[in-house]
């Protein structure tokens, strides 16, 4: 199974950037998939997630109406919209696959995470 986050750059205060995440070795619409951020020398930390189905999604609460997560099963891809981004949102982000419903919040709950991209919010 692999993961693979990109999109990630630098981007100013109130700026937005699409994440994607692509997933080869499973069957995509059977996962639901989550999006979790780690900042230097802090926890990796929930973001959202999104069911298997498509039909739920579920948010930190820092990042609600601003983030977006999506997928589209036909191209294994699952996406993170992100709109008014801050300082603090600067982290490495990562993508990963919940065998299942999905919507969890912990990484225990979460089988496969692959590698990040880096998202930069500066000025």
């Known amino acids: 199974v692999q993961l693979q986050a990109f999109g990630g750059g630098l981007v100013q205060p109130g700026g937005s950037l699409r994440l994607s995440c692509t997933a080869s070795g499973l069957t995509f619409s059977t996962y639901g998939m989550g999006w979790f951020r780690q900042a230097p020398g802090t926890r990796r930390e929930f973001v959202g997630a999104i069911s298997m189905t498509g039909g739920s999604t579920y948010y930190e609460e820092s990042v609600v109406g601003r983030f977006t997560v999506s997928r589209d099963d036909a191209k294994s891809t699952v996406y993170l919209q992100m709109n008014s981004l801050k300082p603090e949102d600067t982290a490495v982000y990562y993508c990963?696959?919940?065998?299942?419903?999905?919507?969890?919040?912990?990484?225990?709950?979460?089988?496969?995470w692959g590698q990040g991209t880096e998202v930069t919010v500066s000025s």
């Open positions: 990963e696959a919940q065998r299942g419903y999905g919507l969890g919040s912990q990484m225990e709950q979460y089988g496969y």
